[in-house]
């Protein structure tokens, strides 16, 4: 390698999100790989976890969709360049994406993008907007239904440009999402605090509370599953309301119409998400729109528990339906609670065995060493070094 490698990751906030925590495990490993690793962000709960010796961070308000501090930003970032003498931007989010595309531009360097969501592209302002993701050197899709999201809609923006863009699988901690590492006392711990009845079957929905999430869903289909001849359940709606408090109080009035007050419990955040994994018999991801990556999906494979989610977006990639998971028709309640059931009633051994083949499915696929691995990789191929 001709000289130090020294990358700039710029994203909104690092909160424990999926773009957020990729950004995080490529910053670490990149200073594994002697390079120099930065990342402008605002804030953020995963701050306080960046190794600082490793790991440089600058805060600007890079969260603000404001045109004048996306002009200030655009400023600040060009000079940042060129102090630092960095080698390659990469940026995670629309709004710093811009700053960072005027900034690249000026300074000749680098520009990486990852497209992380569908995003609203209703009016072609708003997909102008979105564009920005599109003009950068290398254009990253999280996933195949990203990537073809990108060609069916985007097309426009980059057909005449010398612009790759490439899959490269969101990946996640296999060795943090690992059963084998959480203790028997940490989940009975985890049950005792939240006043969960350790004999019942635990299902949990984890996700911030948001309606295309489908919480809805998820609490319509254990009303069906209340009546049908099942064994005593929990379920458990994991997730912060993130300030939407209209939508959990509508949350809360549908679980007491239903008379589920003691069968569904909310909890707003609990940290260790391998020890609510590890207590949940079954994991779902009911969302109504397509989830970019699926995140829960892989997560939950990756602790060894049988998935349901449903049929649309990224999660029909990361799971092997009827070997690792399986599907229900998105938005459909008595769908969904049909499928529970169907889990709850298959004996132990097959749980055991599907729970396996998920866990190695991650394993082979969606590690985040494989993740920054190609990552690093894709980076060295721009700079052309060998």
């Known amino acids: 390698m001709k000289s130090k490698i020294k990358v700039l990751q710029v994203i909104p906030r690092l909160d424990f999100g999926g773009a957020e925590t990729g950004c995080y495990d490529l910053a670490h490993y990149l200073a594994e ?4 690793s930065y990342i402008i962000t605002s804030g953020g709960k995963l701050l306080k976890y960046i190794k600082k010796d490793k790991v440089k961070v600058i805060k600007l308000p890079v969260h603000s969709k404001n045109p004048l501090f996306i002009l200030i930003n655009f400023i600040i970032i060009t000079f940042i360049i060129l102090f630092l003498n960095i080698t390659l931007v990469h940026a995670r989010s629309r709004a710093p994406a811009w ?14 993008t990852t497209f992380h969501g569908t995003y609203n592209f209703s009016s072609k302002l708003k997909k102008l907007y979105n564009s920005v993701m599109l003009r950068s050197n290398l254009v990253i899709a999280g996933s195949n239904f990203i990537f073809s999201h990108i060609q069916n ?8 440009e ?5 899959v490269i699988f969101r990946g996640i901690n296999t060795e943090y999402f690992n059963s084998k590492r959480v203790s028997s006392n940490k989940v009975n711990t985890f049950l005792n605090q939240w006043k969960l009845e350790k004999n019942n079957y635990n299902i949990l929905i984890p996700g911030r509370l948001t309606s295309w999430k489908g919480q809805v869903i998820f609490i319509e289909a254990l009303n069906i599953l209340n009546y049908l001849d099942t064994v005593p359940f929990n379920g458990i709606i994991l997730g912060g309301d993130q300030g939407r408090k209209i939508y959990r109080k509508k949350l809360e009035a549908l679980v007491q119409q239903y008379r589920l007050s003691k069968k569904i419990k909310f909890i707003n955040h609990f ?17 109504i729109e397509p989830e970019a990556f699926g995140r829960t999906s892989v997560e939950a494979q990756s602790m060894g528990k049988i998935i349901v989610a449903s049929n649309i977006g990224g999660s029909t990639e990361t799971i092997v339906s009827d070997k690792t998971g399986f599907f229900f028709e998105s938005g459909n309640a008595q769908s969904l609670a049909e499928t529970i059931k169907k889990v709850m009633l298959m004996d132990n051994n097959t749980l ?3 729970g396996s083949e998920g866990r190695k499915n991650v394993l082979k696929k969606f590690d985040v ?7 690093f990789s ?6 052309k070094y060998n």
Request: aromatic fraction near 10%; glycine fraction near 0%.
């Open 99 to 112: 700053s960072c595309l005027f900034a690249t531009k000026i300074t000749r360097r680098k520009f990486i």
């Open 153 to 160: 809609n985007y097309k426009i923006f980059f057909e005449n």
């Open 33 to 36: 790989k002697d390079c120099k």
């Open 378 to 383: 894709e980076y060295k191929k721009l700079l």
């Open 271 to 287: 940290s260790e998400m391998p020890v609510a994994y590890k207590a949940a018999n079954l994991v779902i991801s009911a969302s």
């Open 369 to 375: 060493e494989k993740m920054c691995n190609s990552t």
């Open 162 to 166: 010398k612009r790759k863009v490439l």
């Open 352 to 354: 055991q065995s599907m």
